[in-house]
T-cell receptor, first 118, second 110 residues
Framework: QVHLMQSGAEVKKPGASVKVPCKAS????????MHWLRQAPGHSLEWMGW????????KYSQKFHDRVTITSDISVNTAYMELSGLKSEDTAIYFC???????????WGQGTLITVFS | QSALTQPASVSGSPGQSITISCTGT?????????VSWYQEHPGKAPKVMIY???NRPSGVSSRFSGSKSGNTASLTISGLQAEDEADYYC??????????FGGGTKLTVL
């Protein structure tokens, strides 16, 4: 069965970067896109971007485009989201979700809490 | 891209039906049949309930249905049950090849 495993919670200082892995099992990473979203405490889901692991194409939300990088390593069936220049407002749960380019996020990781704290 | 507009909260009694609206623009909801609805229980990852406006993934109850008219999509839950109490989010593909989500609706089963 399809499973997306994310890493554990992290605490980061303002200005730092974080790279969150999302290891896929039960299917081959290149078969589907991988989206990244986040949810700040008490807030809505916010789409950050996605990658087509088959060819490496990416698309980012305008809000994050200069700070986020989404990559994949098909040798370990894992996608990554790196967010740089962290601010306190980036404190949120970050999710990976398998989906097609137009959405339909059928499978989700368990989420990774990133806390930005000085 | 502005977030899609959803009511902050809706409520209903067990057995009743409720509808949650999701209003976008001609650049997202109105332009594509790529609207999805997600259910989120506290502390859990979201779960897709409807995709492509009105399709249900395998395993999702037929009590959940979706529709769209113009720039507004809707999620209807019939025969409300206690376990339906959750937050619901709509999302749409956009003309800038991105996804946009709604602000979320808290469903309370009275």
């Amino acid at each position: 069965q399809v499973h997306l495993m994310q890493s554990g919670a992290e605490v980061k200082k303002p200005g730092a970067s974080v790279k969150v892995p999302c290891k896929a099992s039960g299917y081959t990473l290149i078969s589907y896109g991988m989206h990244w979203l986040r949810q700040a405490p008490g807030h809505s889901l916010e789409w950050m971007g996605w990658i087509n692991p088959g060819n490496g194409d990416t698309k980012y939300s305008q809000k994050f485009h200069d700070r986020v990088t989404i990559t994949s390593d098909i040798s370990v069936n894992t996608a990554y989201m790196e967010l740089s220049g962290l601010k306190s407002e980036d404190t949120a749960i970050y999710f990976c979700a398998r989906g097609l380019w137009f959405g339909d996020l059928r499978y989700w990781g368990q989420g990774t809490l990133i806390t930005v704290f000085s | 891209q502005s977030a899609l507009t959803q009511p902050a909260s809706v409520s209903g009694s067990p057995g009743q039906s409720i509808t949650i609206s999701c209003t976008g623009t001609s650049s997202d909801v109105g332009a594509y049949n790529y609207v999805s609805w997600y259910q989120e229980h506290p502390g859990k990852a979201p779960k897709v309930m409807i995709y492509d406006v009105s399709n249900r993934p395998s395993g999702v109850s037929s009590r959940f249905s979706g529709s769209k008219s113009g720039n507004t999509a809707s999620l209807t839950i019939s025969g409300l049950q206690a376990e339906d109490e959750a937050d619901y989010y709509c999302s749409s593909y956009t003309n800038t090849n991105t996804l946009v989500f709604g602000g979320g609706t808290k469903l309370t089963v009275l």
